[in-house]
T-cell receptor, first 116, second 114 residues
């Protein structure tokens, strides 16, 4: 059963520490999204990739967040340095999307980050 | 402007009754897709149903149907014969085909009462 895999599921860290979240998209999917979910802001789009190329990361605080896709099986979201306001659930989602085909997004189970 | 608006933060429905969750969207892109996702308390996001902007008929998937009114830019989710397991957050989402972005609404928390 194909699924999006995210690690870690839970992370508690102290302010100022570096945090790296990883995502393995479903094999064959060409688009990967990173979302952040908080009670106040709901689901915010942070960044997304098509065929490993970053298409849009305008939703991401550039000074501390970075997103990469070093290969087709791995997407990473890094926060350095982390701050308490970064506490949230971070979702990775993948899908097969083209200009003429709209596919659904498949979500990972999320990484719950707590920054103390 | 909000791309997706869900005006019902929370709703209650009696078990076995039908319920409609509202969603309106804003786009100038002629080609787009509309989605509904369910997020139970466990946190995962579960895809429910999809409607393409050019689809003539309303989408249906089991007990879920999407009431698509293009001129009004609304895409309401109808759940028939509610079950206790339907208690969850429900998110409406839109993909604009020109921009390849998915936008999500703020969600509606549905509680099904026995």
């Amino acid at each position: 059963d194909a699924r999006v895999t995210q690690t870690p599921r839970h992370k508690v860290t102290e302010m100022g520490q570096e945090v790296t979240m990883r995502c393995q998209p479903i094999l064959g999917h060409n688009t990967v999204f990173w979302y952040r979910q908080t009670m106040m802001q709901g689901l915010e789009l942070l960044a997304y990739f098509r065929n490993r190329a970053p298409l849009d990361d305008s939703g991401m605080p550039k000074d501390r967040f970075s997103a990469e896709m070093p290969d087709a099986t791995l997407a990473t979201l890094k926060i350095q340095p982390s701050e308490p306001r970064d506490s949230a659930v971070y979702f990775c989602a993948s899908g097969f999307l083209t200009d003429s085909y709209t596919g659904e997004l498949f979500f990972g189970e999320g990484s719950r980050l707590t920054v103390l | 402007a909000q791309k997706i608006t869900q005006t019902q933060p929370g709703m209650f429905v009696q078990e076995k009754e039908a319920v409609t969750l509202d969603c309106t969207y804003d786009t100038s892109d002629p080609s787009y897709g509309l989605f509904w996702y369910k997020q139970p308390s466990s946190g995962e996001m579960i895809f429910l149903i999809y409607q393409g902007s050019y689809d003539q008929q309303n989408a249906t998937e089991g007990r879920y149907s999407l009431n698509f009114q293009k001129a009004r830019k609304s895409a309401n989710l109808v759940i028939s014969a509610s079950q206790l397991g339907d208690s969850a957050m429900y998110f409406c989402a839109m993909r604009e085909d020109n921009f390849n972005k998915f936008y999500f609404g703020s969600g509606t928390k549905l509680n099904v009462k026995p």
